[in-house]
Each structure stands twice: as C-alpha cells, then as structure tokens.
C-alpha cells in the first residue's frame, strides 16, 4: 500500500496569552493536542468542527506557517522542518479562510500573483505572462481580473483568485480553510465544482476545512471531527450523518442547519475555557453518553471498526 502524502504525529500548538496585568505569568492556550493523522495521495481530506475548535490552527501548523511545539508534520515522508522554505511552498499551499484579507490591497490581483513566480519559480516576465494566462482560465476567471484591485472584485472571484495563487506555486496538495463558507449557497457549488476539475487536471490532494456537515459529506472521502484542539473521529465521509461512532459527530449531524428552522438547544453549551481545560474528556459535559472513566482520563484515538477511529470511552453502538 502507499505512503500517505501526509503523516501528522503527535502534533501539538500552543499559543502564549499575555495577562491584563503586565506581573501575572503568560498562559498557555493548547489549541492543537496531539493530533496524529494521515492523509492519501489523491484524497480530499475533510476537517470539521466548531468555531474555536482549532481547525485553522492545525492547518496553518500543517503547512509550515506556524512552528509546531511537539510532533512532527511529514510530506511524502520528509519532516516539513527539514525541507527548504521554497520547496516547501512548491509543495503545499495553504488557502486563506479571508481570500480577500490576504491580498495586497493597493496592488492589482497581477501584481499580487506574480511575485511568488518571480521568486519561488523565478520565471522570466514572459513566461509569467503565459502562466497567468493559463491559471486564469483554469479558474474560470477573464483575463481583465488580473488589472483589477482587490476591493473590485466578488467574494467568489476572489475566492477563484486564492485558489489560483496556491497552484501557481505548483503545488499539489491545498490545504484549503473554509473556502466557501462565505458565499452564497450557488457560488458554493460553483466553487466545489471548479476544485473538483483542478483536482482531476493537476492531480492534487485537499485537506478541506468547514463547519458545514452537507459540504464535507458531500466533498470529501474521510473527515476528521475536531473538538477542543483534539481529532475525537476519523471516519469515511458517506458515514458522517448515519453511522458516526463519536456521540460529538452524532451531536453535529443531529443539529445541523435543517429547513425547518428548529432551534436546537442543545447545542447551545460552548466549548471549555480554552485556558481551563477540564480534567479527563473535553466534551464529557455535552455528552450523552458520559460515564465514570470520561471525567478520568481524556480517552485515546483507536481504530474501532473497519476506517473509523474513535476518541471516547463510550462510543456510540451501530
Ligand atoms: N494567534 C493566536 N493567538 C492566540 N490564540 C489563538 C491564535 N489563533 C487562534 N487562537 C486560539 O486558538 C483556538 C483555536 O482557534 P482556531 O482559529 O484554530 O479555531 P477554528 O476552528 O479555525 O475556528 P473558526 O471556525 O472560527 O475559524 C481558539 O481558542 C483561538 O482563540
Ligand atoms: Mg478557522
């Protein structure tokens, strides 16, 4: 069998807090707690999970942006620490939640694209021109965008505009955070419809990060359920809503946003203090299933039937 694309061990990020009072010590928020997952060649990787849960952060540590303080990141089996900063952009690229937030405003989104061609591929402005034009119509944008400002253009042009400067790189695995919970339900499509074509064209590899249980069922082959900076299940996608072993995934399917408006109060407790973490599991206080050993010890991620890991002493019955 091959080597996933992506092993992640143990990998952990904190980050310091500063007090109000400039004598009181730092805190430390642990916002990313021993996560360890793999990722396939090919795969759109689902991450889900509540706002705060430590999505982005487990992304951004993933790609390089943020220095892990334990664990470890492989990409096709090298250590992210030990590969070349340009090797590692050529490699993996990280989509920005805010595609709009991460451009220069006062330049032309041309301007804005091909400085990493000058600099990481170093392309002559001929060929840049020639790369450009190709990206644009593989993302399905007119020529003309590339003369516009930042602030002339559509959230979902914008968004074609994020995914353009990932593969401009030429890398082939996007790591893209929350790329269409801003537009509207159409653009969506449209977006997860164009990211299915460049998968195919490029032969790519997604981790796919969204709070939206419809879209990561609908996109991606496996997801893992974050909670409280820990993966509480891994699991095929298609089993997200009917067969989740994790009584937090059975949480989310059950109160995902239906037609029918319901408000659903029980999923109105938030998650714990993230500089309080409680003793044993994060999520026992919301569960249904919560037993003895849960307030003990915080359980581990064990495979417990055929592709589904599971974090919980008292997993669902299927
Ligand atoms: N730069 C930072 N400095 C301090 N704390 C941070 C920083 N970035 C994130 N956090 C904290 O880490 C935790 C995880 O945040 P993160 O942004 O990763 O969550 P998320 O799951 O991406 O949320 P959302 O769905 O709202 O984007 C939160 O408690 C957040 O307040
Ligand atoms: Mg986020």
Redesign the pocket.
């Known amino acids: 069998m091959p080597k996933p694309i992506i092993q992640i061990k143990n990998l952990c990020k904190n980050?310091s807090?500063k007090q109000a009072s400039l004598l009181a010590p730092k805190q430390v928020?642990k916002?990313v707690k021993n996560v360890s997952l793999d990722v396939k060649k090919g795969e759109i990787f689902g991450i889900i999970?509540?706002?705060?849960?430590?999505?982005?952060?487990?992304a951004r540590t993933i790609v390089g942006i943020y220095k892990a303080d334990s664990g470890t990141v492989k990409l096709d089996e090298n250590s992210i620490e030990n590969i070349p900063s340009k090797e590692l952009n050529r490699t993996i690229q990280y989509v920005f939640?805010d595609p709009l937030g991460s451009l220069n405003p006062r330049k032309t989104i041309r301007q804005n694209l091909q400085t990493p061609l000058h600099l990481l591929l170093g392309l002559n402005s001929h060929q840049i021109n020639q790369k450009l034009t190709e990206m644009m119509e593989a993302v399905g944008l007119p020529l003309r965008t590339l003369y516009q400002y930042p602030h002339e253009i559509s959230g979902g042009q914008a968004q074609r505009i994020g995914i353009a400067r990932a593969l401009l790189a030429g890398s082939q695995i996007l790591v893209l955070d929350?790329p269409v919970s801003a537009l509207d339900v159409s653009v969506q499509a449209q977006i997860l419809e164009l990211l299915i074509n460049l998968k195919d064209k490029f032969s790519l590899t997604y981790i796919f990060?969204s709070?939206d249980l419809a879209v990561i069922e609908a996109f991606c082959n496996r997801v893992a359920v974050?909670y409280y900076?820990e993966i509480a299940e891994v699991l095929p996608a298609t089993k997200l809503y009917s067969q989740s072993l994790h009584p937090y995934t059975n949480l989310l399917a059950r109160t995902a946003p239906r037609l029918d408006n319901e408000i659903h109060t029980e999923f109105q407790i938030e998650l714990p203090d993230?500089l309080k973490p409680p003793l044993g599991c994060a999520f026992a206080p919301r569960c249904s299933n919560v037993g003895e050993a849960c307030k003990e010890s915080s359980p581990e991620l064990k495979l417990l039937k055929e592709n589904s890991y599971v974090a919980c002493h008292y997993p669902t019955k299927q």
């Not at 999970?49 to 487990?58: M, Q």
């Open positions: 980050f807090i928020l916002a999970g509540e706002s705060g849960c430590g999505k982005s952060t487990l939640q929350e990060i709070h974050m900076g993230p």
